[in-house]
């Protein structure tokens, strides 16, 4: 277990599809930034109320001139993480912002690679059964 604290940043990404002659307008929350934070869960928690109050999402960036603020509603939750809805023009998008301890983390690891017998003897046999999903331990 490590003491390392994140400030993390998620933005609501909206997609809308035509469906049947209707729209759907899909939300998804999409993960923008991971920011390493020195220092503890205090110091995070100022990080995270900064980033409330003055991150600006890429939807809206992109499409303001030099000097634009977008109209900003920031709410706290119980928890202590950050939803915030920003407005300019006549656009409109959600940011959610979290502190975070980093509980746990692997590095990637990558099988060997197959021979040429293991290759052949897979085409001939088929694909091997698929591991057993995860199961709470009782």
């Known amino acids: 277990m490590t003491d390392e604290w994140y400030v993390l940043i998620e933005e609501d990404t909206r997609v809308t599809e035509r469906v049947e002659g209707g729209e759907l307008k899909l939300h998804r929350w999409t993960l923008v930034g991971t920011h390493h934070i020195e220092g503890d869960a205090a110091r995070a928690a100022a990080v995270a109320e900064d980033a409330a109050l003055h ?3 890429q939807v809206l960036a992109r499409h303001a001139r030099p000097g634009d603020e977008p109209a900003r509603h920031a ?3 119980p928890d202590g993480a950050w939803v915030v809805l920003l407005r300019q ?3 409109e ?3 959610r912002v979290t502190t975070a301890r980093l509980m746990h983390a692997r590095e990637e690891k990558e099988a ?5 017998k293991e290759k052949f003897r897979s085409a001939w046999d088929g694909p091997s059964a698929p591991e057993k999903p995860w199961t709470p331990a009782v």
């Open 75 to 77: 709410f706290v939750t």
């Open 55 to 57: 991150y600006v999402p």
């Open 112 to 116: 060997p690679p197959k021979t040429l």
């Open 89 to 91: 023009r006549h656009r």
């Open 93 to 95: 998008c959600h940011i």
